[in-house]
């Protein structure tokens, strides 16, 4: 069957954000107030940070504004995969940050399970499911690198299972698979969109004023505080957290630090017991292939399967654009590949397609710091695994508000900022050459040219 044909009823946006749970937007913000703590950006990183903050010291008055409404953006388009790691895996840690990668692991365990903790403590109904993740190699030296990593993780006391063909094909069926690692407890399925929502909630519940369609357009010293404009007013507060993701920040010098990636996924329409039995998936993991052009992809609670990644669309400039939201030849492309993951799916169609911006920066995991005499703080970089690690990055954001050494605030990781990409039309160039050079890599068993040897040695990169 040609896959475009499997489009054809497709429907251009996000299955998550299409819910019909989706709440009512509330009021913008009109004339001028006054709080405590200003968040700005409604997606996970603030909505934790707005949550986490109120939870720290009830009487704190906290205000939150989001330029469009909450759970608009990657918060609610992204794959719905919650992981543990901090660092955008095991593997990426132990390069950057190798004394620390303990620490950094065990606080990422404590963290997934505070976001655990918190969907059942403000009953949050996100079809939540800590059914782990399978990496699945489908070349054969992906396959030796996936035991390798097995006893390297296992050196470190991370309990991981090594796969070999039928074991990984008795777990989820595809003729492409040939073996896996499976991390059983470190990362859960999520609908984003409810989590999103729900989280909306809880601050309400708690107190926060949220105000929707209030994009945060200019950030100035008032004072001992500081001073929001937005287009019908404006927010006074002693501190501000700003959670904006890839959108244009309001302290301008991180900006260099941040290129924005479009990232695609596709949802199947829901399957039948005949074609769920075809390829087993009991166990309802969440599955990545091993390759530098990856794909990502899941189950959903109505036993539909999310496909997405490979292709990381990077446009000149850095722009961020509505229209950049959906690529129909990545659409086709990546049902091409579904059906070749999953032949014995043949006939299936997708329902929905869409794409977002990924806040990319050169280490892939998130960077922190301070402006304003330290009553501005920001959490950015997250490149694509921020529906867990935003938690982490809201209780950095606030112990670097409150000037007090923690555990967190300590870290290397935490002190230290990613490289900054080049200006244009450098950065496109190199982002271009690097795809390029990914891709090669993909099909010459993962040798890596001279480019990429250069880029790990500058810790610059580019991943979706």
């Given at each position: ?16 954000l ?6 009512e ?10 709080c ?13 940070t ?22 608009w ?12 790691s ?15 990668i ?37 070349e ?16 470190h ?26 991390d ?8 984003p ?5 729900g989280?909306?909630?809880a601050?309400?519940e ?7 369609h ?7 010293e ?39 990636v479009?990232d695609?996924?596709?949802?199947t ?9 075809s ?47 959906h690529r ?11 059906f070749t993951?999953?032949p014995?799916?043949e006939?299936?169609?997708?329902s929905?397609?869409?794409?977002g ?50 555990e967190?605030t ?26 390029w050079s ?12 001279l ?14």
């Amino acid at each position: 069957m040609d896959p475009a044909h499997s489009l054809a009823d497709v429907q251009y946006t996000s299955f998550w954000l299409a819910d019909p749970a989706r709440p009512e937007a509330l009021p913008a913000l009109v004339g001028d107030v006054s709080c405590d703590l200003l968040v700005v950006g409604g997606g996970y990183s603030g909505l934790w940070t707005a949550l986490i903050a109120k939870e720290r010291d009830p009487s704190l008055d906290v205000v939150l504004v989001e330029g469009q409404e909450v759970g608009w953006a990657a918060s609610g388009r992204n794959g719905g995969f919650c992981a543990a790691s901090l660092t955008h895996g095991f593997f990426n840690g132990l390069e950057r940050w190798p004394d620390e990668i303990d620490t950094l692991e065990r606080l990422g365990r404590e963290n997934l399970q505070a976001i655990e903790d918190a969907v059942k403590r403000y009953s949050i109904d996100c079809d939540w499911e800590r059914t782990g993740e399978l990496d699945v190699a489908t070349e054969p030296y992906q396959a030796d690198e996936l035991r390798e990593g097995a006893e390297l993780m296992a050196a470190h006391g991370l309990e991981v299972d090594f796969l070999d063909t039928d074991a990984v094909r008795a777990e989820v069926d595809s003729p492409t698979f040939l073996a896996g690692l499976w991390d059983k407890d470190g990362v859960a399925m999520v609908h984003p969109a409810k989590l999103a929502w729900g989280l909306k909630r809880a601050c309400l519940e708690q107190g926060v004023r949220i105000f929707e369609h209030t994009p945060a357009t200019q950030l100035a010293e008032s004072g001992t505080g500081m001073a929001v404009r937005t287009p019908y007013g404006r927010v006074f507060a002693e501190h501000v957290a700003l959670g904006t993701n890839i959108f244009p920040n309001l302290v301008k010098r991180v900006r260099p630090f941040l290129a924005p990636v479009y990232d695609f996924a596709l949802m199947t329409e829901p399957l039948t017991e005949q074609q769920l039995d075809s390829i087993g998936w009991k166990n309802r993991q969440g599955l990545g292939d091993c390759a530098n052009q990856f794909h990502y992809f899941r189950i959903s609670a109505d036993n539909r399967i999310l496909w997405g990644g490979y292709d990381a669309i990077y446009h000149y400039g850095g722009k961020v654009r509505d229209e950049y939201d959906h690529r129909p030849e990545t659409y086709e492309k990546l049902a091409g590949h579904f059906f070749t993951a999953f032949p014995q799916l043949e006939g299936v169609r997708f329902s929905h397609a869409w794409g977002g911006a990924i806040d990319t920066c050169s280490r892939f995991s998130a960077f922190f710091g301070t402006a304003h005499k330290g009553r501005v703080s920001y959490a950015l970089g997250y490149t694509g695994l921020g529906v867990g690690a935003t938690r982490f990055g809201a209780e950095v954001m606030l112990d670097l508000l409150t000037g007090q050494e923690t555990e967190r605030t300590e870290l290397e990781m935490v002190k230290s900022k990613p490289m900054p990409f080049p200006p244009e039309p450098v950065k496109w160039a190199g982002i271009g050459i690097t795809k390029w050079s990914l891709d090669r890599a993909d099909h010459n068993q993962g040798r890596r040219n001279l480019w990429l040897k250069a880029m790990d040695a500058l810790g610059l990169g580019f991943d979706s």
